[in-house]
């Protein structure tokens, strides 16, 4: 059996995703599952992942890599955030550590790449917080 998502557009510019921990750049892969809509509600899976520092100034090592996977239903997949009518998220973060901001960067750029909304268990249509039992512990980098 395939996969109900599909991959919407490129690798993008993540922006500011991680807060006062976001040491590095951020980068973005959107997904949206086109077979399960319903009552004009896509859902659609965003994943980012960055670099973050460990200490409170943001540029101190040692970093780690953090991924967010971000769900939402919205009434158009092309547009999640201005048409989203309810969403959660959860944050995980690596316990691999990076000296160099250029090491950290490079790991959550490939980390970001291998990932997909199948590691999430959701089905798109769910929104009572029962997928969060599914594994989600393992998707740590």
């Known amino acids: 059996m395939g996969s109900i998502w599909k991959e919407i557009g490129d690798v993008a510019d993540g922006g500011d995703i991680g807060g006062d921990w976001q040491a590095t750049a951020s980068w973005s892969r959107r997904f949206h599952a086109p077979t399960a809509a319903r009552d004009g509600e896509h859902p659609v899976v965003t994943i980012y992942a960055y670099g973050i520092a460990d200490r409170d100034d943001g540029v101190s090592p040692p970093f780690r890599v953090e991924t967010q996977y971000e769900l939402t239903l919205c009434a158009d997949p092309r547009r999640p955030g201005d048409t989203?009518?309810?969403?959660?998220?959860?944050?995980?973060t690596g316990a691999d550590t990076y000296d160099r901001l250029s090491g950290v960067a490079g790991a959550a750029s490939a980390h970001l790449c291998g990932l997909g909304p199948e590691a999430i268990h959701w089905d798109g249509l769910t929104i009572d917080g029962s997928y969060r039992g599914n594994g989600w512990g393992e998707l740590a980098p």
Do not use: G, L, Q, Y
């Open 84 to 92: 989203e009518r309810w969403s959660d998220s959860v944050t995980v």
